[in-house]
Protein backbone atom coordinates (compact mmCIF):
# COMPACT_ATOMS: atom_id res chain seq x y z
CA UNK A 1 0.00 0.00 0.00
CA UNK A 2 2.63 2.19 0.79
CA UNK A 3 4.19 1.70 -2.51
CA UNK A 4 0.94 2.48 -4.20
CA UNK A 5 0.71 5.60 -2.76
CA UNK A 6 4.09 6.69 -3.28
CA UNK A 7 3.37 6.23 -7.09
CA UNK A 8 0.57 8.28 -6.48
CA UNK A 9 2.03 11.14 -4.73
CA UNK A 10 4.67 10.72 -7.82
CA UNK A 11 2.31 11.31 -10.62
CA UNK A 12 0.31 13.78 -8.49
CA UNK A 13 3.00 16.14 -8.63
CA UNK A 14 3.46 15.57 -12.40
CA UNK A 15 -0.30 16.08 -12.80
CA UNK A 16 0.24 19.67 -11.43
CA UNK A 17 3.10 20.57 -13.92
CA UNK A 18 0.64 19.27 -16.72
CA UNK A 19 -2.24 20.99 -15.58
CA UNK A 20 0.18 24.35 -16.15
CA UNK A 21 0.81 23.32 -19.31
CA UNK A 22 -2.51 23.73 -20.40
CA UNK A 23 -2.77 27.50 -19.28
CA UNK A 24 -3.20 29.81 -21.91
CA UNK A 25 0.70 31.01 -23.37
CA UNK A 26 1.46 34.46 -21.96
CA UNK A 27 2.55 36.98 -23.72
CA UNK A 28 6.17 37.31 -22.88
CA UNK A 29 8.22 34.82 -24.55
CA UNK A 30 10.93 37.57 -25.52
CA UNK A 31 12.25 37.18 -21.83
CA UNK A 32 11.89 33.48 -21.61
CA UNK A 33 15.65 32.83 -22.54
CA UNK A 34 15.16 29.17 -21.60
CA UNK A 35 13.26 26.70 -23.41
CA UNK A 36 11.25 24.71 -20.77
CA UNK A 37 8.13 25.61 -21.82
CA UNK A 38 8.79 24.84 -25.32
CA UNK A 39 6.02 22.04 -26.93
CA UNK A 40 9.07 19.26 -28.07
CA UNK A 41 10.03 19.47 -23.95
CA UNK A 42 6.90 19.15 -22.66
CA UNK A 43 6.31 16.50 -24.84
CA UNK A 44 9.31 14.65 -23.79
CA UNK A 45 8.65 15.34 -20.60
CA UNK A 46 5.39 13.51 -20.87
CA UNK A 47 7.12 10.74 -22.34
CA UNK A 48 9.16 10.15 -19.29
CA UNK A 49 6.26 10.32 -17.49
CA UNK A 50 4.62 7.48 -19.57
CA UNK A 51 7.62 5.17 -18.42
CA UNK A 52 7.58 6.05 -15.11
CA UNK A 53 3.47 4.51 -15.23
CA UNK A 54 4.18 1.42 -16.96
CA UNK A 55 7.05 0.77 -14.16
CA UNK A 56 4.86 1.13 -11.63
CA UNK A 57 2.20 -1.32 -13.17
CA UNK A 58 5.00 -3.89 -13.99
CA UNK A 59 5.85 -3.39 -10.24
CA UNK A 60 2.61 -2.83 -8.70
CA UNK A 61 -0.17 -4.31 -10.95
CA UNK A 62 -2.08 -2.56 -13.91
CA UNK A 63 -4.77 -1.49 -10.58
CA UNK A 64 -1.87 0.59 -9.11
CA UNK A 65 -0.97 2.46 -12.16
CA UNK A 66 -4.90 3.09 -13.29
CA UNK A 67 -5.47 4.63 -9.40
CA UNK A 68 -1.90 7.07 -9.31
CA UNK A 69 -3.28 8.00 -13.15
CA UNK A 70 -6.71 9.10 -11.57
CA UNK A 71 -5.43 10.49 -8.53
CA UNK A 72 -2.79 12.49 -10.76
CA UNK A 73 -6.01 13.79 -12.91
CA UNK A 74 -8.22 14.53 -9.48
CA UNK A 75 -4.91 16.39 -8.50
CA UNK A 76 -4.85 18.06 -11.86
CA UNK A 77 -8.15 19.54 -11.45
CA UNK A 78 -7.81 20.44 -7.63
CA UNK A 79 -4.44 22.41 -8.72
CA UNK A 80 -3.94 26.31 -8.99
CA UNK A 81 -4.63 26.92 -12.45
CA UNK A 82 -5.92 22.96 -12.92
CA UNK A 83 -9.56 22.74 -13.77
CA UNK A 84 -11.54 20.07 -15.55
CA UNK A 85 -9.96 20.71 -19.20
CA UNK A 86 -6.49 19.96 -17.41
CA UNK A 87 -7.72 16.92 -15.74
CA UNK A 88 -9.43 15.16 -19.03
CA UNK A 89 -5.76 16.45 -21.16
CA UNK A 90 -3.97 14.55 -18.18
CA UNK A 91 -5.84 11.60 -17.92
CA UNK A 92 -5.94 10.97 -22.11
CA UNK A 93 -2.13 11.34 -22.05
CA UNK A 94 -1.50 8.57 -19.23
CA UNK A 95 -4.59 6.16 -20.30
CA UNK A 96 -2.57 6.21 -23.49
CA UNK A 97 0.29 4.88 -21.79
CA UNK A 98 -0.59 3.38 -18.64
CA UNK A 99 0.21 0.02 -18.26
CA UNK A 100 0.27 -0.73 -22.14
CA UNK A 101 1.90 0.43 -24.92
CA UNK A 102 5.33 1.06 -26.19
CA UNK A 103 6.28 2.65 -22.67
CA UNK A 104 5.16 -0.45 -21.17
CA UNK A 105 7.33 -3.06 -23.60
CA UNK A 106 10.64 -0.44 -22.73
CA UNK A 107 9.97 -0.82 -19.26
CA UNK A 108 9.60 -4.44 -19.06
CA UNK A 109 12.72 -4.83 -21.38
CA UNK A 110 14.64 -2.54 -18.57
CA UNK A 111 13.28 -4.43 -16.07
CA UNK A 112 14.23 -7.67 -17.60
CA UNK A 113 17.42 -5.96 -18.45
CA UNK A 114 18.33 -5.54 -14.79
CA UNK A 115 17.14 -8.86 -13.69
CA UNK A 116 19.77 -10.60 -15.88
CA UNK A 117 22.74 -8.49 -14.28
CA UNK A 118 21.66 -10.30 -10.86
CA UNK A 119 21.29 -7.50 -8.99
CA UNK A 120 17.83 -8.49 -7.88
CA UNK A 121 15.51 -5.53 -7.11
CA UNK A 122 15.90 -1.93 -8.20
CA UNK A 123 18.68 -0.77 -6.10
CA UNK A 124 18.36 2.56 -3.70
CA UNK A 125 21.14 4.80 -2.97
CA UNK A 126 20.82 5.03 0.30
CA UNK A 127 21.50 0.31 0.47
CA UNK A 128 24.04 0.49 -1.62
CA UNK A 129 26.60 2.49 -0.39
CA UNK A 130 26.85 5.37 -3.10
CA UNK A 131 30.61 6.80 -3.59
CA UNK A 132 30.59 9.93 -4.66
CA UNK A 133 32.49 10.31 -7.99
CA UNK A 134 33.27 13.67 -10.63
CA UNK A 135 30.39 13.53 -13.28
CA UNK A 136 31.06 12.16 -16.17
CA UNK A 137 28.94 14.20 -19.33
CA UNK A 138 29.72 12.99 -22.69
CA UNK A 139 28.39 14.82 -24.71
CA UNK A 140 27.18 14.25 -28.84
CA UNK A 141 27.41 16.97 -31.19
CA UNK A 142 24.40 16.95 -33.73
CA UNK A 143 25.46 20.53 -35.86
CA UNK A 144 24.23 20.10 -39.28
CA UNK A 145 21.71 22.65 -39.13
CA UNK A 146 24.18 25.41 -37.75
CA UNK A 147 25.73 27.68 -39.60
CA UNK A 148 29.88 27.25 -39.62
CA UNK A 149 30.81 29.97 -37.00
CA UNK A 150 28.18 28.70 -34.83
CA UNK A 151 28.92 25.54 -34.62
CA UNK A 152 32.42 26.08 -33.88
CA UNK A 153 31.73 28.27 -31.01
CA UNK A 154 29.18 25.28 -29.72
CA UNK A 155 31.29 22.65 -30.27
CA UNK A 156 34.94 24.40 -29.07
CA UNK A 157 33.51 26.77 -26.70
CA UNK A 158 30.65 26.94 -25.38
CA UNK A 159 29.37 23.60 -24.60
CA UNK A 160 33.12 22.08 -22.91
CA UNK A 161 32.92 25.28 -20.74
CA UNK A 162 29.53 24.32 -19.59
CA UNK A 163 30.57 21.10 -19.02
CA UNK A 164 32.96 22.00 -17.35
CA UNK A 165 31.39 24.82 -14.77
CA UNK A 166 29.02 21.70 -14.25
CA UNK A 167 31.76 19.66 -12.80
CA UNK A 168 32.95 22.50 -10.53
CA UNK A 169 29.73 22.32 -9.11
CA UNK A 170 28.44 18.83 -8.31
CA UNK A 171 29.76 15.01 -8.13
CA UNK A 172 27.86 12.55 -9.08
CA UNK A 173 26.52 9.34 -6.70
CA UNK A 174 27.08 6.26 -8.28
CA UNK A 175 25.48 3.23 -6.86
CA UNK A 176 25.20 -0.46 -7.95
CA UNK A 177 24.64 -1.70 -11.57
CA UNK A 178 21.79 -0.29 -13.10
CA UNK A 179 21.71 -2.15 -16.04
CA UNK A 180 21.01 -0.13 -19.65
CA UNK A 181 18.22 2.32 -20.30
CA UNK A 182 15.54 2.08 -22.18
CA UNK A 183 16.32 3.04 -25.92
CA UNK A 184 15.24 6.99 -25.50
CA UNK A 185 14.47 7.24 -29.18
CA UNK A 186 10.94 6.01 -31.45
CA UNK A 187 9.01 7.23 -34.57
CA UNK A 188 7.42 9.45 -32.87
CA UNK A 189 9.25 11.71 -30.23
CA UNK A 190 13.19 12.12 -30.77
CA UNK A 191 14.36 14.24 -27.89
CA UNK A 192 15.17 17.30 -29.66
CA UNK A 193 18.06 15.04 -31.41
CA UNK A 194 18.73 12.45 -34.24
CA UNK A 195 18.34 8.85 -33.29
CA UNK A 196 21.30 6.60 -33.03
CA UNK A 197 22.35 4.32 -35.01
CA UNK A 198 23.04 2.26 -31.98
CA UNK A 199 21.19 2.69 -28.63
CA UNK A 200 23.52 4.90 -25.91
CA UNK A 201 24.46 2.68 -22.65
CA UNK A 202 26.05 5.37 -20.37
CA UNK A 203 26.92 2.78 -17.44
CA UNK A 204 28.95 0.41 -19.65
CA UNK A 205 30.19 3.26 -21.86
CA UNK A 206 31.61 4.65 -18.79
CA UNK A 207 29.79 8.18 -17.84
CA UNK A 208 27.03 9.54 -16.07
CA UNK A 209 24.85 11.45 -18.27
CA UNK A 210 25.41 11.69 -22.38
CA UNK A 211 23.69 15.08 -23.98
CA UNK A 212 22.86 15.61 -27.10
CA UNK A 213 23.72 18.90 -28.83
CA UNK A 214 21.98 19.83 -31.88
CA UNK A 215 21.53 24.08 -33.30
CA UNK A 216 18.10 23.67 -34.44
CA UNK A 217 17.36 27.24 -35.03
CA UNK A 218 13.84 26.10 -36.43
CA UNK A 219 13.03 25.17 -32.88
CA UNK A 220 13.33 27.97 -30.97
CA UNK A 221 10.79 31.16 -30.23
CA UNK A 222 11.43 34.64 -30.09
CA UNK A 223 14.25 35.68 -27.94
CA UNK A 224 14.88 31.77 -26.81
CA UNK A 225 18.83 30.91 -26.23
CA UNK A 226 18.50 27.38 -25.72
CA UNK A 227 15.95 24.65 -24.64
CA UNK A 228 17.04 20.91 -23.17
CA UNK A 229 14.84 17.65 -22.29
CA UNK A 230 16.07 14.60 -20.91
CA UNK A 231 15.78 12.09 -22.73
CA UNK A 232 15.79 9.25 -20.16
CA UNK A 233 16.10 8.10 -16.57
CA UNK A 234 18.45 5.44 -14.53
CA UNK A 235 15.44 3.03 -14.29
CA UNK A 236 16.45 2.09 -10.40
CA UNK A 237 17.35 5.33 -9.60
CA UNK A 238 15.00 7.97 -11.54
CA UNK A 239 18.61 9.80 -12.43
CA UNK A 240 18.83 11.19 -15.96
CA UNK A 241 21.52 9.66 -18.12
CA UNK A 242 20.82 10.87 -21.06
CA UNK A 243 19.59 14.45 -22.32
CA UNK A 244 19.07 16.44 -25.35
CA UNK A 245 20.44 20.07 -25.67
CA UNK A 246 19.12 22.50 -28.24
CA UNK A 247 21.19 25.79 -28.70
CA UNK A 248 19.65 28.65 -30.93
CA UNK A 249 21.89 29.63 -33.55
CA UNK A 250 20.59 33.04 -34.44
CA UNK A 251 20.83 34.18 -30.73
CA UNK A 252 24.45 33.77 -30.73
CA UNK A 253 25.47 37.12 -32.66
CA UNK A 254 23.35 39.13 -30.32
CA UNK A 255 23.54 38.21 -26.92
CA UNK A 256 26.87 38.41 -24.70
CA UNK A 257 29.03 35.40 -24.55
CA UNK A 258 28.40 35.34 -20.45
CA UNK A 259 24.55 35.31 -21.27
CA UNK A 260 24.95 32.32 -23.76
CA UNK A 261 26.54 30.04 -21.26
CA UNK A 262 25.17 31.04 -18.31
CA UNK A 263 21.44 30.20 -20.63
CA UNK A 264 23.25 26.62 -21.72
CA UNK A 265 24.42 25.81 -18.24
CA UNK A 266 20.74 26.94 -16.82
CA UNK A 267 19.41 24.18 -19.74
CA UNK A 268 21.67 21.55 -18.44
CA UNK A 269 20.59 21.66 -14.79
CA UNK A 270 17.06 20.91 -15.81
CA UNK A 271 18.70 17.82 -17.72
CA UNK A 272 20.26 16.91 -14.48
CA UNK A 273 16.59 16.71 -12.80
CA UNK A 274 15.78 20.28 -12.07
CA UNK A 275 12.07 19.85 -13.12
CA UNK A 276 8.56 19.15 -11.84
CA UNK A 277 9.10 16.05 -13.92
CA UNK A 278 11.63 14.61 -12.07
CA UNK A 279 10.93 16.09 -8.55
CA UNK A 280 8.43 12.55 -7.41
CA UNK A 281 11.86 10.66 -8.31
CA UNK A 282 13.86 13.12 -5.72
CA UNK A 283 15.18 10.67 -2.46
CA UNK A 284 16.08 11.93 0.94
CA UNK A 285 18.97 10.53 2.62
CA UNK A 286 16.54 6.99 3.50
CA UNK A 287 16.72 6.50 -0.19
CA UNK A 288 12.69 7.03 0.24
CA UNK A 289 11.22 9.84 -2.47
CA UNK A 290 9.69 12.47 -0.50
CA UNK A 291 6.43 12.81 0.56
CA UNK A 292 5.53 16.72 -0.59
CA UNK A 293 8.33 17.65 -2.24
CA UNK A 294 5.97 21.06 -3.39
CA UNK A 295 3.79 23.05 -1.15
CA UNK A 296 1.78 25.17 -1.06
CA UNK A 297 1.16 28.67 0.75
CA UNK A 298 -2.30 29.67 -0.11
CA UNK A 299 -1.32 29.42 -4.80
CA UNK A 300 1.88 29.87 -3.99
CA UNK A 301 4.41 26.80 -5.05
CA UNK A 302 7.47 26.26 -2.77
CA UNK A 303 9.89 23.97 -3.10
CA UNK A 304 10.11 21.91 0.07
CA UNK A 305 12.97 19.58 0.21
CA UNK A 306 15.08 19.90 3.44
CA UNK A 307 18.40 21.08 1.79
CA UNK A 308 16.21 23.62 0.21
CA UNK A 309 14.17 24.50 3.03
CA UNK A 310 16.86 25.23 5.17
CA UNK A 311 18.78 27.42 2.59
CA UNK A 312 16.25 29.31 1.87
CA UNK A 313 15.09 30.25 5.10
CA UNK A 314 19.13 31.12 5.78
CA UNK A 315 18.76 33.35 2.24
CA UNK A 316 15.96 34.96 2.67
CA UNK A 317 15.99 35.61 6.62
CA UNK A 318 13.00 33.99 7.34
CA UNK A 319 12.13 30.91 9.74
CA UNK A 320 9.15 30.26 8.62
CA UNK A 321 9.57 29.67 5.23
CA UNK A 322 8.08 26.44 4.25
CA UNK A 323 11.05 26.16 1.01
CA UNK A 324 11.79 28.14 -1.60
CA UNK A 325 9.21 30.25 -3.88
CA UNK A 326 8.79 28.49 -7.44
CA UNK A 327 7.83 30.04 -10.87
CA UNK A 328 3.63 30.27 -11.58
CA UNK A 329 3.95 32.10 -14.74
CA UNK A 330 4.99 31.08 -17.97
CA UNK A 331 4.09 28.30 -20.56
CA UNK A 332 4.08 24.72 -20.20
CA UNK A 333 6.92 23.15 -17.83
CA UNK A 334 8.59 26.32 -17.46
CA UNK A 335 5.46 26.47 -14.53
CA UNK A 336 7.70 24.72 -11.06
CA UNK A 337 11.01 24.05 -12.94
CA UNK A 338 12.64 27.79 -11.67
CA UNK A 339 13.06 29.72 -8.54
CA UNK A 340 10.02 32.45 -8.02
CA UNK A 341 11.64 35.75 -10.53
CA UNK A 342 10.55 38.08 -7.97
CA UNK A 343 12.17 36.62 -5.74
CA UNK A 344 15.48 35.05 -6.91
CA UNK A 345 16.62 37.53 -9.63
CA UNK A 346 19.90 36.75 -10.95
CA UNK A 347 19.71 33.77 -9.75
CA UNK A 348 20.82 31.30 -12.89
CA UNK A 349 17.72 29.01 -12.73
CA UNK A 350 14.85 31.73 -12.78
CA UNK A 351 12.88 31.50 -16.17
CA UNK A 352 14.09 34.93 -17.49
CA UNK A 353 17.01 37.09 -17.88
CA UNK A 354 17.35 39.18 -15.24
CA UNK A 355 15.59 42.70 -15.70
CA UNK A 356 18.85 44.37 -15.35
CA UNK A 357 20.05 42.25 -17.96
CA UNK A 358 23.39 41.08 -15.59
CA UNK A 359 24.77 38.16 -15.34
CA UNK A 360 23.13 35.63 -13.51
CA UNK A 361 24.79 33.77 -10.45
CA UNK A 362 24.76 29.74 -9.44
CA UNK A 363 23.64 30.25 -5.68
CA UNK A 364 23.55 27.74 -2.82
CA UNK A 365 19.33 27.43 -3.59
CA UNK A 366 20.27 25.69 -6.55
CA UNK A 367 22.68 23.62 -5.46
CA UNK A 368 20.85 22.62 -2.27
CA UNK A 369 18.25 21.45 -5.13
CA UNK A 370 20.58 19.29 -6.53
CA UNK A 371 21.83 17.88 -3.09
CA UNK A 372 17.66 17.08 -2.38
CA UNK A 373 17.76 15.40 -5.85
CA UNK A 374 19.59 12.47 -4.05
CA UNK A 375 22.07 11.89 -7.12
CA UNK A 376 24.80 14.89 -6.57
CA UNK A 377 26.82 15.96 -3.82
CA UNK A 378 27.52 19.66 -4.90
CA UNK A 379 30.70 21.76 -3.38
CA UNK A 380 28.56 24.67 -1.54
CA UNK A 381 32.24 26.56 -1.85
CA UNK A 382 32.06 27.47 -5.50
CA UNK A 383 28.63 28.90 -4.87
CA UNK A 384 28.34 32.77 -5.82
CA UNK A 385 26.46 34.79 -3.38
CA UNK A 386 22.43 35.29 -4.60
CA UNK A 387 21.97 39.45 -3.07
CA UNK A 388 18.77 39.60 -4.39
CA UNK A 389 16.38 39.11 -1.08
CA UNK A 390 19.11 38.19 1.00
CA UNK A 391 17.61 38.74 4.63
CA UNK A 392 14.68 40.60 3.31
CA UNK A 393 12.50 38.57 5.73
CA UNK A 394 9.09 36.51 5.78
CA UNK A 395 7.35 39.16 3.85
CA UNK A 396 9.38 39.23 0.54
CA UNK A 397 8.82 35.12 -0.01
CA UNK A 398 4.89 34.89 1.77
CA UNK A 399 3.50 38.56 0.88
CA UNK A 400 2.99 40.12 -2.56
CA UNK A 401 5.80 43.38 -3.17
CA UNK A 402 3.51 46.05 -2.33
CA UNK A 403 2.53 44.55 1.11
CA UNK A 404 6.27 43.93 1.21
CA UNK A 405 7.30 47.70 0.29
CA UNK A 406 4.87 49.12 2.43
CA UNK A 407 5.85 47.59 5.36
CA UNK A 408 9.49 47.87 4.91
CA UNK A 409 9.68 51.62 3.48
CA UNK A 410 13.77 51.57 3.48
CA UNK A 411 13.50 48.55 0.92
CA UNK A 412 15.11 49.10 -2.61
CA UNK A 413 14.31 46.01 -4.05
CA UNK A 414 10.91 46.88 -5.53
CA UNK A 415 10.47 50.49 -7.56
CA UNK A 416 6.88 52.15 -5.48
CA UNK A 417 3.69 51.77 -7.25
CA UNK A 418 3.39 54.18 -9.90
CA UNK A 419 6.99 54.67 -10.55
CA UNK A 420 6.93 53.32 -14.39
CA UNK A 421 9.57 54.04 -16.48
CA UNK A 422 11.13 56.17 -13.87
CA UNK A 423 14.57 56.31 -13.15
CA UNK A 424 16.40 54.65 -10.28
CA UNK A 425 19.21 52.62 -8.40
CA UNK A 426 18.98 48.78 -8.17
CA UNK A 427 19.81 47.35 -5.00
CA UNK A 428 23.02 47.89 -3.74
CA UNK A 429 23.23 51.14 -5.35
CA UNK A 430 25.17 49.48 -8.09
CA UNK A 431 23.35 50.23 -11.27
CA UNK A 432 21.41 52.92 -12.95
CA UNK A 433 17.91 51.68 -14.30
CA UNK A 434 14.46 52.28 -14.92
CA UNK A 435 11.20 50.76 -13.36
CA UNK A 436 9.64 48.10 -15.15
CA UNK A 437 7.43 45.11 -15.02
CA UNK A 438 7.51 41.69 -17.08
CA UNK A 439 5.21 39.00 -17.24
CA UNK A 440 7.66 37.25 -14.68
CA UNK A 441 7.51 39.67 -11.92
CA UNK A 442 3.63 39.68 -10.74
CA UNK A 443 2.85 43.25 -11.33
CA UNK A 444 6.30 44.42 -9.25
CA UNK A 445 8.26 47.36 -10.45
CA UNK A 446 11.97 46.59 -10.83
CA UNK A 447 14.63 48.58 -11.92
CA UNK A 448 15.94 47.26 -15.62
CA UNK A 449 18.65 47.63 -18.42
CA UNK A 450 18.80 46.58 -21.65
CA UNK A 451 20.50 44.32 -23.04
CA UNK A 452 24.12 45.15 -24.18
CA UNK A 453 23.96 46.16 -27.76
CA UNK A 454 26.36 43.42 -29.48
CA UNK A 455 27.02 46.24 -32.67
CA UNK A 456 28.41 48.58 -29.79
CA UNK A 457 31.49 49.07 -28.22
CA UNK A 458 33.20 45.95 -26.96
CA UNK A 459 30.84 43.75 -29.08
CA UNK A 460 28.76 42.15 -26.27
CA UNK A 461 29.13 38.77 -28.43
CA UNK A 462 32.32 38.67 -27.27
CA UNK A 463 31.65 39.84 -23.17
CA UNK A 464 32.12 37.20 -20.36
CA UNK A 465 31.88 40.16 -17.70
CA UNK A 466 28.86 41.19 -16.02
CA UNK A 467 28.31 45.08 -17.40
CA UNK A 468 28.78 46.46 -13.77
CA UNK A 469 28.38 49.98 -15.44
CA UNK A 470 26.76 52.53 -13.54
CA UNK A 471 25.28 54.23 -16.19
CA UNK A 472 24.27 53.23 -19.29
CA UNK A 473 25.57 54.38 -22.54
CA UNK A 474 24.38 57.71 -24.31
CA UNK A 475 20.54 57.02 -25.97
CA UNK A 476 21.03 53.72 -24.22
CA UNK A 477 19.39 53.69 -20.77
CA UNK A 478 16.40 51.85 -21.76
CA UNK A 479 14.28 52.61 -24.69
CA UNK A 480 11.77 50.59 -25.46
CA UNK A 481 8.48 51.29 -24.15
CA UNK A 482 9.47 54.56 -22.23
CA UNK A 483 10.58 56.67 -25.09
CA UNK A 484 12.91 59.35 -25.16
CA UNK A 485 11.58 60.93 -21.94
CA UNK A 486 13.32 58.00 -19.95
CA UNK A 487 16.12 57.56 -21.54
CA UNK A 488 19.77 58.96 -20.57
CA UNK A 489 20.69 60.84 -23.95
CA UNK A 490 23.62 62.67 -24.91
CA UNK A 491 22.78 65.75 -23.50
CA UNK A 492 23.18 64.45 -20.38
CA UNK A 493 25.74 62.74 -21.07
CA UNK A 494 27.32 65.64 -21.63
CA UNK A 495 26.66 67.41 -18.68
CA UNK A 496 27.94 64.71 -16.67
CA UNK A 497 31.70 66.53 -16.10
CA UNK A 498 29.96 69.63 -15.42
CA UNK A 499 28.28 67.62 -12.29
CA UNK A 500 30.81 66.37 -10.93
CA UNK A 501 29.30 62.95 -11.90
CA UNK A 502 30.62 59.99 -13.91
CA UNK A 503 29.37 56.25 -14.38
CA UNK A 504 31.78 54.01 -16.23
CA UNK A 505 34.39 52.92 -13.20
CA UNK A 506 34.40 50.11 -10.89
CA UNK A 507 33.53 52.08 -8.00
CA UNK A 508 31.01 54.13 -8.82
CA UNK A 509 27.37 54.13 -7.04
CA UNK A 510 24.30 55.25 -8.03
CA UNK A 511 22.83 57.67 -6.11
CA UNK A 512 18.82 58.24 -5.83
CA UNK A 513 17.81 62.13 -6.34
CA UNK A 514 15.30 63.50 -3.94
CA UNK A 515 12.73 66.32 -4.79
CA UNK A 516 13.60 70.01 -3.02
CA UNK A 517 12.35 70.19 0.63
CA UNK A 518 11.93 66.19 0.25
CA UNK A 519 8.66 66.90 -1.35
CA UNK A 520 7.02 64.69 -3.97
CA UNK A 521 8.08 67.02 -6.78
CA UNK A 522 10.03 66.64 -9.54
CA UNK A 523 13.91 65.79 -8.55
CA UNK A 524 16.52 67.92 -10.29
CA UNK A 525 20.01 68.18 -10.24
CA UNK A 526 21.34 71.49 -10.85
CA UNK A 527 25.44 72.84 -11.77
CA UNK A 528 25.39 76.70 -11.14
CA UNK A 529 24.88 78.53 -14.27
CA UNK A 530 21.34 76.97 -14.57
CA UNK A 531 22.42 73.20 -16.49
CA UNK A 532 20.05 70.97 -14.89
CA UNK A 533 19.03 66.70 -15.25
CA UNK A 534 15.57 65.90 -14.84
CA UNK A 535 16.32 62.71 -13.62
CA UNK A 536 15.85 60.37 -10.26
CA UNK A 537 18.82 59.11 -10.00
CA UNK A 538 22.90 59.61 -11.24
CA UNK A 539 25.93 57.89 -10.45
CA UNK A 540 28.89 59.39 -8.67
CA UNK A 541 32.25 57.96 -7.85
CA UNK A 542 32.02 56.32 -3.69
CA UNK A 543 34.37 55.18 -1.37
CA UNK A 544 34.88 53.98 2.14
CA UNK A 545 36.73 54.76 5.04
CA UNK A 546 35.93 52.36 8.90
CA UNK A 547 32.48 51.94 7.07
CA UNK A 548 31.78 54.93 6.00
CA UNK A 549 30.39 55.91 3.30
CA UNK A 550 31.87 59.21 1.15
CA UNK A 551 30.77 60.77 -2.25
CA UNK A 552 33.26 62.09 -4.52
CA UNK A 553 33.20 64.77 -6.94
CA UNK A 554 35.02 65.29 -9.87
CA UNK A 555 35.63 69.43 -10.58
CA UNK A 556 35.35 69.64 -14.55
CA UNK A 557 38.33 69.64 -16.04
CA UNK A 558 40.19 67.31 -13.78
CA UNK A 559 40.57 69.45 -11.18
CA UNK A 560 40.43 68.88 -7.54
CA UNK A 561 37.93 66.05 -6.03
CA UNK A 562 36.00 67.02 -3.35
CA UNK A 563 34.42 64.14 -1.18
CA UNK A 564 31.39 64.45 1.13
CA UNK A 565 30.43 61.78 3.55
CA UNK A 566 26.90 60.21 3.19
CA UNK A 567 25.64 58.82 6.12
CA UNK A 568 22.66 55.58 5.54
CA UNK A 569 19.57 57.59 4.99
CA UNK A 570 20.62 60.95 5.13
CA UNK A 571 20.25 64.00 2.14
CA UNK A 572 22.66 65.37 0.66
CA UNK A 573 21.83 69.01 -0.42
CA UNK A 574 24.48 70.13 -2.93
CA UNK A 575 23.29 73.40 -3.40
CA UNK A 576 24.41 74.05 0.19
CA UNK A 577 27.24 71.83 0.35
CA UNK A 578 28.81 72.58 -2.25
CA UNK A 579 28.09 76.56 -3.41
CA UNK A 580 29.23 77.68 -6.71
CA UNK A 581 29.37 74.23 -8.20
CA UNK A 582 25.67 73.17 -7.67
CA UNK A 583 22.52 75.20 -7.65
CA UNK A 584 20.35 72.86 -6.03
CA UNK A 585 20.05 68.63 -6.01
CA UNK A 586 19.26 66.80 -3.17
CA UNK A 587 21.40 63.16 -2.63
CA UNK A 588 19.76 60.39 -0.94
CA UNK A 589 22.20 58.50 0.99
CA UNK A 590 22.14 54.42 0.17
CA UNK A 591 22.63 52.07 3.41
CA UNK A 592 26.01 52.50 4.06
CA UNK A 593 27.41 49.04 5.38
CA UNK A 594 25.86 47.11 2.04
CA UNK A 595 27.63 49.40 -0.60
CA UNK A 596 31.18 49.55 1.52
CA UNK A 597 30.72 45.60 1.16
CA UNK A 598 29.89 45.83 -2.24
CA UNK A 599 33.28 47.89 -2.56
CA UNK A 600 36.07 45.99 -0.11
CA UNK A 601 37.05 43.33 -2.33
CA UNK A 602 40.03 44.62 -3.66
CA UNK A 603 41.39 42.05 -5.97
CA UNK A 604 38.49 40.74 -8.11
CA UNK A 605 38.71 40.20 -11.71
CA UNK A 606 35.60 41.90 -13.28
CA UNK A 607 35.50 39.57 -16.33
CA UNK A 608 35.47 36.51 -13.40
CA UNK A 609 32.59 38.08 -11.09
CA UNK A 610 32.09 40.97 -8.70
CA UNK A 611 32.40 42.05 -5.23
CA UNK A 612 29.33 41.19 -3.49
CA UNK A 613 27.12 43.77 -0.75
CA UNK A 614 25.65 40.69 0.74
CA UNK A 615 29.21 39.34 2.12
CA UNK A 616 32.41 41.37 1.03
CA UNK A 617 33.94 38.95 -0.95
CA UNK A 618 34.11 37.98 -4.47
CA UNK A 619 31.17 36.06 -6.19
CA UNK A 620 32.75 34.05 -9.51
CA UNK A 621 30.90 33.80 -12.75
CA UNK A 622 30.13 29.98 -13.78
CA UNK A 623 33.13 29.60 -15.81
CA UNK A 624 35.33 30.99 -13.18
CA UNK A 625 36.56 30.06 -10.05
CA UNK A 626 39.33 31.43 -7.30
CA UNK A 627 39.23 33.45 -4.47
CA UNK A 628 40.05 36.46 -6.73
CA UNK A 629 37.60 34.70 -9.82
CA UNK A 630 40.68 35.05 -12.23
CA UNK A 631 40.49 30.91 -12.52
CA UNK A 632 39.38 29.42 -15.53
CA UNK A 633 37.28 26.67 -15.28
CA UNK A 634 38.58 25.21 -19.46
Not at 104 to 111: N, P, Q, S, T, V
Amino acid sequence: MAATRAGAALLALLAAAAALCALPAAAHSHDAACGHHHPDVEAASLRLLGQRLALLALREGPAAASAAAEAAARYAAAAPGGGAAAAERLRQLLAAQAAAGPAAEEALARLAAFAATGAGAPRRLAQSGPTSAPIRIKTEFQLSKAPDAAARLIRDSIVPTAVAALAKYVRVKRGGPAGPPAKPFNGRQSCLAEAPATPPNPEKDGYDLLLYVTADGSRCFDGMIAMSAACDVDPATGRPVIGSLNICPQSLPTTSRGQVLDSVVHEAVHVLGFSPSHYPDWRGADGQRYAQPVVYNGRAPFLATPKVAAEARRQFGCATAPGAPLETEGMGMSSLAHWEYRNTQHELMTAARPLDRQRAVMSRLTLAALEDSGWYDPDYSQAADLEWGQGAGCDFILSTCKDFADRNPGQDLYCPQGADNAARCSAGARLWGQCRSSGFTDGCLIVAREAPDAAGAGGAASDFSGNFICLPPAGGGGGGQSGAAAVLDAATQALLPRLGASGTAPDDRCFNLGAPGGGGGASTLCAAGGDCVGARAMCFRAACSGGKLSVEFQAGGGGAKTALECPTGTTLNLGAALTGRYASGQLQCPDNARTCRGLSCGACDPAGGFCSFATGQCSCWVERTGGGCSGKVA
